[in-house]
């Protein structure tokens, strides 16, 4: 899957994270999964290709904030909508004595669920079928909402047409649906489109009851590459009708757990598109995540 300078457009949202601390007192910061995968992926790429966010924010500081952060780290923001009166959605996360994390949302009014219903969406979605790459996750799927979802899926069909490459991360998270089976009928509408997934092995089985990886591997036949990820175990790959476990990185001390899987998946698809293997690039997931675990918050620190 290599390609030398890819065109790559991760569509989702980023909200305003606040991370809780021992003592009860909050840092601020921003994060959400595709935005999370982007500012790694960018990282991963170094200065190859481009990585453009595809969202829509409020016209408020934070949004100002969030936009000079991104800059900072090299993404593209031309495809990013500014709505006037409108705020981005809002988590805390809130974590136990083992690093694992809960996560408290207020995101109903975020500016993103108007992302592909808008006037000034014509020309992204137009463009969307121009890049070489285009990522979403399932936590995209559900904050488009039905009319967004159903033009994104149409462009997605049009980069697919043109030989771009579809990579979906399922990120399943049920209270942002109506009913499992909501979002069944969209995660099934969109998977028939994807080239790549990233899939969790736990959000699998919450979502559509597989109760093992043959299952999982099973359900998607026609899908060219799957990764699973199944947190500490080893991932599972499947690629060109083979198949591939590779070892996780065994760390000592885990304090955050969050943006574990949105990393691995990012330096995974960095090191498909830099020409790696798929068994090298899912160690290179696994180098980042076993990072990324270790610090508090979405987004580490640059070194």
């Known amino acids: 899957m290599t390609i030398a300078s890819p065109r790559i457009a991760l569509i989702g949202e980023c909200m305003i994270e606040l991370q809780q601390r021992a003592d009860g007192s909050l840092q601020q910061s921003f994060g959400g999964d595709t935005l999370n995968a982007a500012v790694y992926l960018r990282r991963e790429l170094g200065e190859v290709g481009t990585v ?6 409020g016209d408020d500081s934070f949004s100002d904030a969030m936009c000079r ?57 137009a463009a969307l079928p121009g890049y070489d790459v285009v990522y979403l996750s399932g936590i995209t799927l559900a904050v488009l909402g039905e009319v967004g979802r159903e033009r994104l899926l149409q462009a997605l069909t049009e980069t697919r047409r043109r030989g771009g490459k579809v990579v979906f991360d399922n990120n399943y998270r049920p209270r942002l649906w109506a009913d499992v089976e909501a979002a069944r009928e969209a995660y099934r509408r969109v998977l028939v489109q994807v080239d790549i997934a990233l899939l969790t092995e736990d959000d ?9 990886s043959e299952q999982v591997f099973a359900a998607y036949p026609t899908i060219a590459e799957v990764v699973l990820k199944r947190g500490a175990d080893a991932c599972l790959l499947r690629c060109a009708g083979e198949r591939f476990a590779v070892p996780a990185l065994k760390v000592e001390t885990v304090v955050d757990t969050t943006a574990a899987g949105d990393s691995f998946s990012a330096a995974y698809l960095a090191g498909r598109l830099k020409g790696g293997s798929p068994e090298e690039a899912a160690l290179a997931g696994h180098r980042l995540a076993s990072r990324v675990i270790q610090v ?7 070194v």
């Open 296 to 302: 508090p918050g979405a987004l580490i620190p640059r």
């Open 69 to 125: 952060q991104w800059q900072e780290e090299g993404l593209g923001l031309g495809r990013v909508q500014r709505l006037p009166g409108r705020l981005p959605g809002l988590y805390c996360i809130q974590t136990d004595a083992n690093g694992e994390r809960k996560f408290l949302y207020w995101r109903n009014e975020a500016a993103v669920r108007e992302c592909f219903t808008t006037p000034a969406a014509e020309p992204i979605l």
């Open 204 to 212: 699998e089985r919450a979502l559509f009851g597989y109760e093992d």
């Open 52 to 57: 453009d966010y595809v969202t829509a924010l």
